[in-house]
């Protein structure tokens, strides 16, 4: 690891001081693009989704139980797959410790796949989360929003995501995260979503990273999570999966 200069206590704090003037500015910078996600018009949601659940079949309504937002996390999961995606999973292993908070903020959350229910309770099981998760199998969801693309999209290499045309990806998933919110009539509307590197915020292992002198210590590996594994498959050598800018 290249060592940076070796200064005063003094000279540190100076440098450190003019970081934090620029730290401030991105965090005030945040707090605007906060208030213009908020400010982002809404959509209704027309279609009728039920979803194949642990305790049977549920609406997309029903996935809110008492409160009026809901978050959705497009989990890589495709029909065929044995195992979920590697980063995905990298992702929901921060799940289960947020969910009691956010449901203190009239919030729901549950994940929802592709693949049959079956295989999403034994993976679960596997990794040991708790977090609602849900098959979407039967349905047109994951086409709808964004993250899961036809055959004819897939052999030509054209795919809409992340509100433009993507041809670098293999496959026919991908990630993403989507906002709902329910009025007092019923009415659902869809508020937010966000693809690829936007669910880096929700990557709370990335912002500690990110503090270090390392970083994340990316740059030499094939592509940015090569070094992520399922968390029962570390030391068990590289595992090759296709990135997503």
Known sequence: MPRQPVVSHQEWTDARRDLLRREKEFTRLRDEIVEARRALPWERVETDYIFDGPSGPQSLSDLFGEASQLIVY???FGPDWDEGCISCSFLAD??????????????????????PLDLLESYRERMGWSFRWLSSNANSFNFDYGVSFSDDEVE??????????????????????????????????HTYSTYARGLEDFIGTYRFL???????????LPWGMAWVRRHDQ???????IAGID
Request: hydrophobic residues 35%; aromatic residues 12%; glycine residues 8%.
């Open 74 to 76: 497009h989990f890589m």
């Open 94 to 115: 921060h799940f289960n410790p947020i969910t009691i908070h956010i449901e203190q903020r009239d919030t729901a959350f549950a994940a929802i796949s592709r693949a």
């Open 156 to 189: 030509a290499s054209r795919r809409e995501y992340n509100y433009a045309l993507q041809s670098q990806f293999d496959g026919g998933e991908a990630p993403g995260l989507s906002v709902f919110c329910k009025d007092e009539t019923g009415d659902i509307f």
């Open 210 to 220: 990110d503090v270090l002198p390392k970083g994340r210590d990316e740059a030499d």
């Open 234 to 240: 570390y030391n068990a050598g590289l595992v090759e």
